[in-house]
């Protein structure tokens, strides 16, 4: 069974940094892309960046030139580097292999990390 764990979050000022990191255990990572995704009490859960398997990247356009997704499929790890965080980036952060371009998503969600940006 495939499992995942998030970590890296916290309570950071705005214009702070965060580097979530999530480990995958239970299977490879190489035939899939890897997605960063976040959910807070008022939003559906929303593609933030992806990491395909052949390394390209995408991000959501209120994240771009602030985020950086990355891998590193000898760990079993997906990473996502925050840069100048803002208040609206809040939110409980999960990752997920999908399948497709984002979706649907390939394994069940872990617990993820929450993220709050706050002065």
């Known amino acids: 069974q495939v499992q995942l764990v998030e970590s890296g979050g916290g309570l950071v000022e705005p214009g702070g940094s965060l580097n979530l990191s999530c480990v995958v255990s239970?299977?490879?990572?190489?035939?899939?892309?890897m997605g960063w995704y976040r959910r807070t009490p008022e939003k559906q859960r929303e593609l933030v960046a992806r990491?395909?398997?052949?390394?390209?990247?995408y991000y959501l356009d209120s994240v771009k030139g602030r985020f950086s997704a990355s891998r590193d499929d000898a760990k079993k790890t997906v990473y996502l580097q925050m840069n100048s965080l803002k208040p609206e980036d809040t939110a409980t952060y999960y990752c997920n292999a999908y399948l497709g371009m984002g979706w649907p998503v390939a394994w069940n969600w872990g617990q993820g990390t929450q993220v709050t940006v706050a002065s």
């Open positions: 239970g299977s490879s990572l190489s035939v899939y892309g």
């Open positions: 990491v395909h398997h052949d390394a390209t990247t």
